[in-house]
């Protein structure tokens, strides 16, 4: 069964072709950096004019590198922004009408989670799954496909957002997550000391703090808000805060999947596309015993259409079994995954 995925939640244009799931036949991006990296983040209202310029030419570019022939139409249906996510809806419903074909809403958090499958095909359920994005961070169990259950969220900044935050203190460029990774690579770790905000007690996440003593800490040297800041001061907060960050997750995902006696953990979401996370995570899990971490394949990390499409296979599985699955666009099937959505 061949899926087509759209996504258009945040500032990433995409669809892709896949074929039961897993076989990606071809996947486009058409990324909006350009339009928002001068302001340092996201514009709602740019960014869903942008998707209404750019997604007939990406549904296009992919179906020719792909095939004219699908059976189902996947799109996001949330969490994202709202007048983004219409434009996904309301192409994916045309094209549905047009030729015929079921319609079917995913939930994104779904898609970042089953993007991890694509390149490791033998992690099966149950397993931890941690979303780090520029909108999200989760902890999740993945009971089976489908069947989630939110252990613990952000309470306050999502890790990518922190990272696109402090790029923007330091005025070097957006999105801030591989612009601080290379940074990071000529600066020390340990040079100044940012706090991980651990939280014990429960699986939630808090960035903010750490966001902030980055502030703090460039107030303290620069009190003049025009003064350039030193490129060595650049790198070692880069490489500090960086280090701050992935502690927290580290430790905190860790101590998750040992308390739930979850051997597997799924790590996902834009920010999983960091290198040093990756070293990191791999050594700590390496350290206990028959613990294993999983990555997305890089570009699968950050947003694509080819994750929707899988969500969207397993979706139009499970409405197919409970007779649901009909022609077109229906409301009543609108709905992100309930397990996955947001309080
Ligand atoms: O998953 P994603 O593409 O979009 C959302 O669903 O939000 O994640 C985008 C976020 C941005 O905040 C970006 O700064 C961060 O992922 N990111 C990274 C890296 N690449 C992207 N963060 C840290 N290191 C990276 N290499
Ligand atoms: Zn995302």
């Not at 072709?17 to 897993?22: A, F, H, P, S, T």
């Not at 939930?107 to 989670?113: Q, S």
């Amino acid at each position: 069964m061949i899926i087509l995925g759209i996504e258009t939640s945040c500032d990433e244009t995409a669809s892709a072709l896949v074929k039961d799931g897993n076989k990606i036949i071809s996947s486009v991006v058409a990324s909006q950096e350009k339009i928002h990296s001068k302001y340092f983040g996201v514009v709602p209202e740019l960014a869903s004019r942008a998707h209404l310029e750019k997604i007939n030419y990406v549904i296009e570019k992919t179906l020719v590198a792909g095939s004219e022939k699908f059976d189902i139409v996947a799109y996001t249906s949330g969490p994202g922004l709202l007048g983004s996510l219409l434009v996904g809806q309301i192409v994916a419903s045309t094209i549905g009408y047009v030729r015929n074909v079921p319609v079917v809403p995913v939930n994104h958090l779904e898609g970042h989670i089953l993007s991890v499958l694509f390149d490791n095909p033998a992690l099966k359920p149950p397993f931890l799954s941690l979303i780090v994005s520029g909108g999200h961070t989760e902890l999740v169990i993945v009971k089976k496909i489908g069947q989630y259950k939110v252990l613990g969220r952000t309470r306050d900044d999502a890790c990518g957002e922190s990272f696109d935050k402090v790029a923007k203190m330091l005025r070097i460029g957006y999105p801030g997550g591989p612009k601080i990774e290379k940074l990071a690579k000529s600066g020390g770790p340990g040079s100044i000391k940012f706090p991980r905000p651990y939280l014990w007690g429960n699986w939630d996440f808090s960035f903010s703090g750490i966001k902030t003593a980055v502030l703090y800490h460039l107030r303290g040297k620069y009190p003049d808000p025009g003064e350039k800041i030193s490129r060595k001061d650049i790198v070692n907060v880069c490489a500090s805060f960086q280090q701050a960050v992935i502690d927290t997750l580290v430790h905190k995902t860790i101590k998750c999947s040992q308390q739930h006696k979850l051997n597997n953990i799924a790590v996902a979401g834009g920010v999983s596309a960091n290198g040093t996370l990756r070293k990191q995570f791999i050594n700590a899990v390496n350290r206990e015993k028959n613990m294993k971490v999983y990555f997305p394949e890089i570009k699968l990390s950050t947003d694509n259409a080819a994750m929707i499409a899988s969500a969207g296979y397993y979706r139009a599985m499970q409405l197919k079994k409970e007779n649901k699955l009909g022609k077109g666009f229906s409301f009543s099937n609108n709905k992100v995954n309930p397990d996955l959505e947001l309080d």
